[in-house]
C-alpha cells in the first residue's frame, strides 16, 4: 500500500473510532440517567449530550479538516 492508503485508511479508522467512542458515551449517559449507574443525574445528561456530539459532529470536522485540498 502507498503512504496515501495507509493514510486514509488510519483517518478512517480514527473517524470509526469516535463515532463509536460517542455512542458509547451516550448509552453510559442514559444509563446514569435511568439510575442503573450510581452517578449524580446531571453527569448523565453532560455524558449524553457530549456523546452526541462526539457521535454526530466529530467525524464531520475530522473529515472536514482532512479533506484533500482542490488542486
Known amino acids: 500500500m502507498s503512504d496515501n492508503d495507509t493514510q486514509a485508511r488510519n483517518r478512517f479508522i480514527v473517524i470509526q473510532i469516535v463515532r463509536l467512542s460517542g455512542v458509547a458515551m451516550v448509552l453510559v449517559g ?4 435511568t439510575g442503573r449507574i450510581d452517578w449524580p443525574r446531571e453527569a448523565g445528561f453532560v455524558l449524553a449530550a457530549a456523546g452526541l456530539f462526539e457521535a454526530l459532529l466529530a467525524p464531520l470536522l475530522l473529515s472536514r479538516k482532512w479533506k484533500t ?3
Open 69 to 71: 485540498p482542490p488542486q
Open 30 to 33: 442514559l444509563l446514569v440517567m
